[in-house]
Each structure stands twice: as structure tokens, then as C-alpha cells.
């Protein structure tokens, strides 16, 4: 069955640093999300992206965040300087359309101390 | 204030028997509601949607209903296996709200041999 894997597992950074934070979508499919869930916390939306542009972004993804989707794919998800709570479980996510039956990966567990 | 919730933390439940997990949801625009399993170091797992236009749906020892007159989904889990446990999640897509999910709190099932 395919899936969408998520690299590294586990991120540990010094506050202010770069992360980048990597995904493989399913290959078919069309429509690229990040999502996070900071420790016992809800799982919350970030961004969603398709057709090479973002489609949507809460309130978290400040300038701090951006996505990209380097090749046919790759898609990331990069904080420009980490604060400590950024600390949390990111979750990339694909579809072939819309939301339903979202697929997520097994998640980058980032670590900001 | 619009928000997915969960009525219980955690549901312990006895092997073979069913379990029901509930969710309020306060949006009544939402028009398309998703159930998720996450197991432990994992990313959620689909399970089962359903649309606001119908008031259930079955899988494979799934079921889910949604009441519309009081905004309530559960889940109900037929036979339950000690595979079952994790951390179950609603979320709901809110109508014209593009194509992010807005997940509840979360339930822990957890099967007893």
C-alpha cells in the first residue's frame, strides 16, 4: 500500500536555527499538507499546497514558514529560525483531492531546545 | 465558539465487545466529517467519512452516525481487538472553508484481553 514517509523521524535544533523538515507524498496525488501536534494538543492545520502554490495557511504559519516542492516529489517544510514552541510532531499529509481520505506520513518529531 | 470536541478522554474496553466513541462538533456548516486512528509513534490512519447528507455509514466493523439536529458523530467499533487501541480523532471540513480538516481532541481506546 502506498504512503506517504516523512524524514528524519526525530529533529532536535537550538533555538534559532534552520529546520527543514522532509516528506514523500504518494506519488499519484495531487493536493500537499502540514499539519502539527504539540504534546497532548489537538492535531492543527498549517498549510495546504497544490498546483505548486499555496492554497491555504492558518494563523501559525507566519513568516517563519514556508513550503516547497523542489521536484516532482519532494515536499518540505522549512522554519526559518525555531523558537521553543515549535517543538511539537509535524505532519505531512496528501490527497488526490481535497481533504478526503487524507493520507499522512508517520510524522518529524522536532525537538527546539 | 466553532470547535470539534471529544465527550470522553479515555474509553477502556473489554476484547469482543463494542466500543462507541463520541464527538460534538458546533459548526453546522461543516459538510464532511473524518474519523482517524493513531496508534503510538504513528501519524493518524483514516478510517471512515461520512458527508452531512447522510446519517451513516459502514466499513469493515466500523460504523459511523451523524446526528445533525444535535451535532453529534461517533464511531462505533464492532468486535474490538487489542488492535484497536490508540488515540481516536473526528475532524471536520467546514463548508467553503478550502481544504483544511479541524480535528477534536481525541479519545484513547484501550482494549483489555
Known amino acids: 500500500e502506498p504512503e506517504v514517509t516523512q524524514t528524519p523521524s526525530h529533529q532536535v535544533t537550538q533555538m534559532g536555527q534552520e529546520v527543514i523538515l522532509r516528506c514523500v507524498p504518494i506519488?499519484?496525488?495531487?493536493?500537499f499538507y502540514w499539519y502539527r501536534q504539540i504534546l497532548g494538543q489537538k492535531v492543527e492545520f498549517l498549510v495546504s499546497?497544490?498546483?505548486?502554490?499555496?492554497?491555504?495557511k492558518s494563523e501559525i504559519f507566519d513568516d517563519q514558514f514556508s513550503v516547497e516542492r523542489p521536484d516532482g516529489s519532494n515536499f518540505t517544510l522549512k522554519i526559518r529560525s525555531t523558537k521553543l514552541e515549535d517543538s511539537a510532531m509535524y505532519f505531512c499529509?496528501?490527497?488526490?483531492?481535497?481533504?478526503?481520505?487524507?493520507?499522512f506520513g508517520s510524522g518529524t518529531q522536532l525537538s527546539v531546545l | 465558539g466553532e470547535s470539534v470536541g471529544l465527550h470522553l478522554p479515555t474509553l477502556s474496553v473489554q476484547e469482543g465487545d463494542n466500543s462507541i466513541i463520541n464527538c460534538a462538533y458546533s459548526?453546522?456548516?461543516?459538510?464532511?466529517f473524518i474519523w482517524y486512528k493513531q496508534e503510538s509513534g504513528k501519524g493518524p490512519q483514516f478510517i471512515i467519512d461520512i458527508r452531512s447528507n447522510m446519517d451513516k455509514r459502514q466499513g469493515q466493523r466500523v460504523t459511523v452516525l451523524l446526528n445533525k439536529t444535535v451535532k453529534h458523530l461517533s464511531l462505533q467499533i464492532a468486535a474490538t481487538q487489542p488492535g484497536d487501541s490508540a488515540v481516536y480523532f473526528c475532524a471536520e471540513k467546514k463548508r467553503a472553508a478550502g481544504n483544511k480538516l479541524t480535528f477534536g481532541g481525541g479519545t484513547r481506546v484501550l482494549v483489555k484481553p
Open positions: 499529509a496528501s490527497t488526490r483531492g481535497g481533504v478526503e481520505k487524507l493520507f
Open positions: 459548526n453546522s456548516a461543516s459538510d464532511y
Open positions: 506519488s499519484n496525488h495531487l493536493y
Open positions: 499546497f497544490y498546483n505548486n502554490e499555496i492554497s491555504e
